[in-house]
T-cell receptor, first 114, second 115 residues
Framework: KAGVTQTPRYLIKTRGQQVTLSCSPISGHRSVSWYQQTPGQGLQFLFEYFSETQRNKGNFPGRFSGRQFSNSRSEMNVSTLELGDSALYLC?????????????FGSGTRLTVV | KQEVTQIPAALSVPEGENLVLNCSFTDSAIYNLQWFRQDPGKGLTSLLLIQSSQREQTSGRLNASLDKSSGRSTLYIAASQPGDSATYLCAVKKEWWGGSEKLVFGKGTKLTVNP
């Protein structure tokens, strides 16, 4: 059974550019969540999608957005990149919205903004 | 607002030692609690999931306990090995009333097991 797949694994972007990250959840999982991990702030919740709808959003500026497709794959977009956006971005999938069976995380996308 | 604290932030032990990692949370209205392991530069690997109605879960050399009323969980690692070296993260899920679907994480405990 394939796990959560995140692409690409590494990205280097210039300040002001935009970036799109992709996440394919475990087959059958319809809930996809995104987290940002930095050394200073730890893991912070970005947003959660279920059935192609954003259900919950963390405290991040509007430059961070996402979407979910009918096959449950999700993309996250960051526009007008800032140096502080450098982080490990992690995607998690869950069978049920309430997380009864826990969450499975991908390997992450390491974004470096220069 | 739920806050999760993990103590200690770092721990170094000799191989073979039994050890306990601590996690505390401020809001006892949790749905479940999940322990993860993270190797440097990698994603999170789920270790144990404890539902709010459970007291403990075991997997191999790992045992996690939950005391919801006091807002505490512990992860016990028996007979530690160098391969156990990693950062261990505790995450709580709020009771689900159709509201928050997020996990709230602690900052983690960085474990080093010396050969």
């Amino acid at each position: 059974k394939a796990g959560v797949t995140q692409t690409p694994r590494y990205l280097i972007k210039t300040r002001g550019q935009q970036v799109t990250l992709s996440c394919s959840p475990i087959s059958g999982h319809r809930s996809v969540s995104w987290y940002q991990q930095t050394p200073g702030q730890g893991l912070q919740f970005l947003f959660e999608y279920f059935s192609e709808t954003q259900r919950n959003k963390g405290n991040f500026p509007g430059r961070f957005s996402g979407r979910q497709f009918s096959n449950s794959r999700s993309e996250m977009n960051v526009s007008t990149l800032e140096l502080g956006d450098s982080a490990l971005y992690l995607c998690a999938s869950s069978l049920l919205r309430q997380g009864t069976y826990g969450y499975t995380f991908g390997s992450g996308t390491r974004l470096t903004v220069v | 607002k739920q806050e999760v604290t993990q103590i200690p932030a770092a721990l170094s032990v000799p191989e073979g030692e039994n050890l306990v990692l601590n996690c505390s949370f401020t809001d006892s209205a949790i749905y479940n609690l999940q322990w993860f392991r993270q190797d440097p530069g990698k994603g999170l690997t789920s270790l144990l999931l404890i539902q709010s109605s459970q007291r403990e879960q075991t997997s191999g050399r790992l045992n996690a306990s939950l005391d919801k009323s006091s807002g505490r969980s512990t992860l016990y690692i028996a007979a530690s090995q160098p391969g156990d070296s990693a950062t261990y993260l505790c995450a709580v899920k709020k009771e689900w009333w159709g509201g928050s679907e997020k996990l709230v994480f602690g900052k983690g405990t960085k474990l080093t097991v010396n050969p």
